[in-house]
């Protein structure tokens, strides 16, 4: 994509299920391009409230010196970015908020991210959720020991659940349009 396309565009570090394109696409959220990426100074957690018991806590970003988190960058038209603030609750289960990210070629970005507000203690999240980030990272070709450490974070597994919300995503993603 050349740069004059991408000049009006809005970006988006994602770090959670957002990072999988069959998740943007269940939500019809189509990125204008999106890459690898690194927000240093982080560490993701699962302290966002989830729907317990069975997605019992979504990803989070939270300060710590040293830490990275990867993600993917996403460039996003404006009315992407209002429906994906609509579908992420911004302004009461998430906030919205700048950051500073390294992009292609470790070039600097400024981008938007979600925070969660408010936070919890961290759970464990569901194994379909866990598989989301996955799906994102490898897609993405974000870093092995990256994709082994999502792989090894402990999850609940309701599989029946897991359906069910699946579902309840194309719903959503129908109903956002």
């Known amino acids: 994509m050349s740069e004059p396309e991408l000049q009006n565009c809005v ?4 770090y959670g299920a957002n ?12 990125p204008r391009a999106s890459s690898h990426a690194r927000l240093e100074g982080h560490e993701l957690v699962f302290n966002a409230p989830g729907l317990p018991p069975f ?3 979504f990803a989070n970003v939270r300060p710590k010196p040293g830490a990275t988190v990867y993600g993917v960058l996403h460039w996003l038209d404006p009315a992407d970015q209002v ?3 609509r579908l992420e609750g911004a302004g009461w289960l998430y906030k919205r908020v700048g950051c500073d990210v390294f992009g292609p070629g470790d070039e600097p970005y400024h981008a938007f ?5 408010p936070r919890f203690p961290a759970f464990r ?10 799906d994102g990272a ?3 070709g974000l870093p092995d020991a ?3 450490m999502l792989r090894s974070t402990p999850a609940v597994d309701w599989p029946r659940m897991a359906r069910f919300f699946d579902r309840l995503d194309r719903f959503r993603g129908r109903r956002s349009g």
């Open 113 to 117: 991210l979600y925070r969660s507000w």
């Open 11 to 14: 970006l988006n570090f994602a």
């Open 55 to 57: 997605e019992p806590a």
């Open 146 to 148: 990256w994709c082994q």
């Open 19 to 30: 990072m999988s394109p069959r998740s943007l696409a269940r939500r019809r959220i189509v």
């Open 138 to 140: 490898q897609h993405f």
């Open 125 to 134: 999240p569901s194994r379909r959720y866990l598989e989301l980030l996955v």
């Open 83 to 85: 429906r994906l603030d």
